[in-house]
Nanobody, 117 residues
Framework: QVQLVESGGGLVQPGGSLRLSCAAS????????MNWYRQAPGKERELVAT????????TYADSVKGRFTISRINSKNTMFLHMNSLKPEDTAVYYC??????????WGQGTQVTVSS
């Protein structure tokens, strides 16, 4: 079955960096675009970044443009989110997402990112 497992979250000071990872299994990773979402307390889940099958197309929410970078290594079935210049408003649970159309939409369990001094 499809599994998405995030890791790499934690507590970081403002201005710091983190790298999130998403390990995928149960499907042909290189067949699908992938996404990162986040959900802050009391807010709706929002799309943070997307990456196409071979990484040639990447999109970002305005709030993270220039600070976050999405990437993937298809041979390792893994996607990353490199987060720099972190701000307190980046505090959220970050989720890996695969939208496979008729096959369904899949989510990881999430990883907590807390930006605080």
């Amino acid at each position: 079955q499809v599994q998405l497992v995030e890791s790499g979250g934690g507590l970081v000071q403002p201005g710091g960096s983190l790298r999130l990872s998403c390990a995928a299994s149960g499907f042909i990773f290189s067949d699908y675009g992938m996404n990162w979402y986040r959900q802050a307390p009391g807010k709706e889940r929002e799309l943070v970044a997307t990456i196409s099958v071979f990484g040639s197309t990447r999109t970002y929410a305005d709030s993270v443009k220039g600070r976050f970078t999405i990437s993937r290594i298809n041979s390792k079935n893994t996607m990353f989110l490199h987060m720099n210049s972190l701000k307190p408003e980046d505090t959220a649970v970050y989720y890996c997402n695969a939208n496979m159309g008729s096959r369904g939409v899949y989510w990881g369990q999430g990883t907590q990112v807390t930006v605080s001094s």
